[in-house]
């Protein structure tokens, strides 16, 4: 069974995926009520406005919550998926990486980058240093 989504074809999630591509991490800001905004939109769902912009996140967060999916070895073995906290206000589902799933903690801070899963971008995060 294959799990890869493609990209759309138009609009702000299609934006999003190139920018991905060229391994860059970029989350939504509203020019108007100043909130930033993730998944990608045309409107800000905090005050209605049309007048998102890309920009680049500081790019640390903390783990909100987090699972370890069990998967045979054989199947790629166990991974993580977390909800992360960026320091932006938004959440994002993720994995941390560099370390076992299982070491995985709530409170943990970590850095984004971008990564190829299935051959597609995505964003994960790895443990900042003072985590290690």
Same mark, same amino acid.
């Given at each position: ?53 890309? +920009? &680049?996140?500081?790019?640390? =967060?903390? $783990?909100?919550?987090?699972?370890? @999916? #069990?998967?045979?070895?054989?199947? !790629? %073995? ?17 994995? +941390? &990486?560099?370390?076992?799933? =299982?070491? $995985?903690?709530?409170?943990?801070? @970590? #850095?984004?980058?971008?990564?190829? !899963? %299935? ?14």
């Amino acid at each position: 069974m294959n799990h890869t989504m493609s990209a759309p074809a138009a609009g702000a999630q299609a934006r999003y995926f190139q920018l991905l591509a060229q391994g860059r991490f970029l989350i939504q800001h509203c020019q108007d009520c100043g909130r930033y905004v993730f998944y990608p939109r045309q409107l800000c769902p905090h005050c209605a406005s049309c007048a998102l912009r890309f +920009v &680049e996140p500081k790019g640390t =967060g903390t $783990v909100y919550s987090s699972t370890v @999916v #069990r998967r045979k070895p054989d199947s !790629g %073995g166990d991974y993580d998926v977390s909800l992360i906290d960026l320091d932006e206000g938004i959440r994002m589902m993720s994995r +941390v &990486e560099g370390v076992a799933p =299982g070491a $995985v903690r709530i409170g943990m801070r @970590v #850095r984004a980058r971008v990564a190829l !899963g %299935g051959g597609q971008p995505m964003v994960v995060f790895d443990p900042c240093q003072e985590a290690q």
